[in-house]
């Protein structure tokens, strides 16, 4: 009976947590008399419990006692939360770990997002899981073990981000000196939007496209993020024009209000933006990592709206400035180049100074154009007598007759060297059938080809040699019209006559006849018998030519 109180009040002592408080001896020699007391067949007077039922009852006296715990710890295996909104993980020291949950509802609420090797401080209840037998934390709230961790985690991940090149000073590129469009990332219902728009209108009124998002709490950096990605996807002909510049902005707080502006996706977002970015997050003396990435960091939204866009009244007076600047150079460079023209001009000589030798030189050209083209006329003629002198009408006779005597030549050349073939084969073919007394059919097909061949090459010969023949012919009578062209018949029918001495040879001075010797005059239709008389010597002597009076080359107009 005494061992069955004891089992009995097990769940008592369970339930004030004492039953695992004894001795490890103790409980060994306890867990053997209660062995021996199951194995023996005696009925037993204890409760009989369900493993559910056990388990509920570990549950509540875990609940009761820890129903609200802070727990110190760095956080062990966290991989974001789950596909259900859970968050599951654990927390560790040096010679622990416990379990520990964020449920879905609680996520949303937290201020500080756990990551892997943070140092935190939970605050929550201890419960147990009956399907598997474990114990771990809910936590309801979360929080960085002091700002020094979270500085530390702040710092490890900015050396991270560094190293890959992230904040590099030749990523970062210049604004847009005035942008069409800008790009405002930021909560729609805070005072950062007003700011920043009111600031636009009153420098340089553009137009603004917000893209509202949360700028704290759970899921915030993930809004950031696909926020600037969102308008990188942008195309400038879309119905939404894509902006020139973005501005991330938010108003200050603490170190955990701005820890959305430090997760790594914002960061990368930012890094990887085509479209220059101005981070405006938090005052002045509030830096986040945000601010390494962008392209330019502003103290504050208003700010970032300066560097946005100039003042339009400023630029106004900058262009009006420019162009009454530009207008007086303008004028004094006018004056300048119409004062060297000036100076220019007065330096150039008269238009009849420059014309005066281009005159004279086509005055000379001018005189001596006829000079030139009588001395031309002159030298043509006499060439021209030179060749007709060497055409004779003797000598064309005897080429005529010379290339007819050839062309008999090779005729009978011909004629003989084809009668000799044709003994030749003649001869053979005779031989031939004396050898072999018959002909052979072969022999007497070679026979009557080379028959219709030497047949064949008559009929070419005959047609070649009427084809020179006529060319010949052709050539012969163009000698023939040349020649009659250059004879003197053709002269005597124009009216001239050839005069000739008693021996028949021409005469050309009239010093070669002398007084009463018999002559014939040959016209164009015959000859008439003559006697010269007597000559005086103003008759013999050559007539002198009258001088040519010189005329003046007609004047030439002014060409100007």
Known sequence: MFFGRRCARIPCRMEKAGAFLLPPR????????????FDTDTPSNL?????????????????????QVRVRGEISGYRGPHSSGHAYFSLKDDRARIDAVIWKGTMSRLKVRPEEGMEVIATGKVTTFPGSSKYQIVIESLEPAGAGALMALLEERRRKLAAEGLFDADRKRPLPFLPRVIGVVTSPTGAVIRDILHRISDRFPVHVVVWPVKV????????????IRGFNAMTPDGSIPRPDVLIVARGGGSLEDLWSFNDEVVVRAAAESAIPLISAVGHETDWTLIDHAADVRAPTPTGAAEMAVPVKAEL??????????????????????????????RALPSLDQLLALPRRRFDEAAAGLGRGLSMTALNKRRSFERVAAHLRPDMLSVRIAERRQRLNDRLQRIERFVERRTDDARARLRRADAVLGLVPARLQSQTARFAERLANLMRHADTALAHRLARMRADTQAQNRVLESLSYKNVLQRGYAVIRDAEDRPLSRATAVGPHEAISIQFADGRVSAVTGETTPAETAPKKRAPKQKTEPPKQGSLF
């Open 47 to 67: 409760t009989e419990y369900s493993v559910s039922e056990l388990s509920g009852s570990i549950k509540r006296t875990v609940e009761t006692a820890f129903d």
């Open 316 to 345: 106004q007076a900058q262009v009006s400035s420019l162009a009454a600047r530009l207008q007086g150079t303008t004028s004094r460079h006018m004056d300048r180049r119409r004062q060297e023209v000036r100076s220019l001009v």
């Open 26 to 37: 103790r409980r060994s020699a306890r867990l053997c008399r209660m062995s021996n007391l």
């Open 216 to 227: 704290q709490g759970e899921g915030s950096g993930n809004e950031v993020a696909n926020a």
